[in-house]
Nanobody
Framework: DVQLVESGGGSVQTGGSLTLSCDAS????????MGWFRQVPGKEREGVAT????????WYADSVKGRFTISQDNAKNTVHLRMNSLKPDDTAMYYC?????????????????WGQGTQVTV
């Protein structure tokens, strides 16, 4: 079974930094795109960043461009989201997701697998 487990969330002051991690297992890593999403109660899940299987391509939501960086360590089957210059608007539950890659997208409906989420509070 595919499993995605997020970690690294917490509380941080405005302007601070956090790094989220997603440990993945149960699928062929070199064919899956990975993404980070976030959601606050009462709002739709928002795509934050995505990366292709070899890590050579990334795509970010405008709201986080220049502040967040997605990366992956295929040897460890882990995807990271480095978040700098955090703002109160970044407060949300953050989710890791995976999909059989057919191009980068931040549309949540196209992702097949999801983690349980990790809370970030700014």
């Amino acid at each position: 079974d595919v499993q995605l487990v997020e970690s690294g969330g917490g509380s941080v002051q405005t302007g601070g930094s956090l790094t989220l991690s997603c440990d993945a297992s149960g699928y062929t890593y070199d064919t899956y795109c990975m993404g980070w999403f976030r959601q606050v109660p009462g709002k739709e899940r928002e795509g934050v960043a995505t990366i292709n299987p070899d890590g050579g391509e990334t795509w970010y939501a405008d709201s986080v461009k220049g502040r967040f960086t997605i990366s992956q360590d295929n040897a460890k089957n882990t995807v990271h989201l480095r978040m700098n210059s955090l703002k109160p608007d970044d407060t949300a539950m953050y989710y890791c997701a995976a999909r059989a890659c057919g191009g980068l997208t931040l549309f949540a409906g196209l992702y097949d697998y999801w983690g349980q989420g990790t809370q970030v509070t700014v």
